[in-house]
């Protein structure tokens, strides 16, 4: 059965958003919740397939909004709240933990939780991982990996998985190598996956080839890294693998 969805408004301080909720209404009883978090777009029609992809594993799923009302489809409203997210950490967290906040209180889930994010989403899930969050699990699809506020040593204590497209020219190798070095230094436990050939945004079915230099749709890609993180979440929150 396709998850249902239903828009949840919640707020960062004086910042409404208005989240999308999905679960699988016909499996019954408490399950771990994943907040998804969109990519530079916003809450567009590439998060909310991401949210009904995983609710149909049987996941509660916030498709969360960290851009606030009015803003998706304003191109420069949209990059003015990029910058300012990605250059300022701690609003990007505390966005981010408004989110999760939301996700918390909804009824179904079971006091576990986990974020997966794609593209600037990846940042902000790896923002939660880095701050020590009480999350289980981080995934970041062809997510940015660089911060100026790298994890502490021990800080980290959800498990990390980063998707990353091996051609990828928006996450060059120099990030990659400099995320791992700090992953190992804040002893985190993470794990990396590269697809060969793979640019940035690979799950993007919708991408119009050569819209976006550097950006393009992998199936093979797509579909390698959802049975990734699938078998990662599974095995994070001790469940039977998809």
Do not use: N
């Not at 939780?113 to 923002?127: E, N, Q």
Request: with cysteine.
């Amino acid at each position: 059965m396709p998850s249902t969805g239903r828009t949840l408004a919640y707020r960062d301080g004086r910042t409404p958003l208005t989240g999308v909720l999905h679960r699988d209404e016909a499996q019954r009883g408490p399950r771990p919740g994943i907040l998804l978090v969109h990519g530079g777009a916003g809450l567009d029609d590439h998060a909310r397939e991401q949210a009904q992809r995983w609710a149909a594993l049987g996941y509660v799923v916030l498709a969360c909004d960290m851009y606030g009302d009015g803003v998706a489809g304003d191109r420069q409203r949209i990059m003015d709240c990029v910058t300012a997210l990605r250059d300022d950490p701690a609003m990007l967290l505390r966005r981010t933990r408004a989110g999760l906040d939301a996700l918390r209180d909804c009824p179904d889930t079971d006091g576990r939780f986990a974020a997966v994010g794609f593209c600037f989403g990846g940042m902000a899930a790896l923002s939660l991982a880095r701050s020590g969050e009480g999350i289980a699990g981080a995934v970041s699809i062809h997510g940015s990996l660089t911060t100026p506020a790298p994890a502490r040593p021990h800080a980290v204590r959800a498990k990390v998985l980063v998707c990353h497209g091996a051609s990828d020219p928006h996450v060059p190798a120099a990030d990659v190598a400099s995320f791992a070095r700090e992953m190992e230094d804040a002893h985190a436990d993470w794990q990396l996956v590269m697809y060969g050939g793979a640019v940035h945004g690979f799950t993007h079915r919708h991408a119009r080839p050569g819209a976006v230099p550097g950006v393009a749709y992998d199936e093979r890609a797509d579909g390698r890294s959802f049975a990734d993180a699938s078998r990662f979440l599974a095995e994070t929150f001790g469940l039977p693998a998809a």
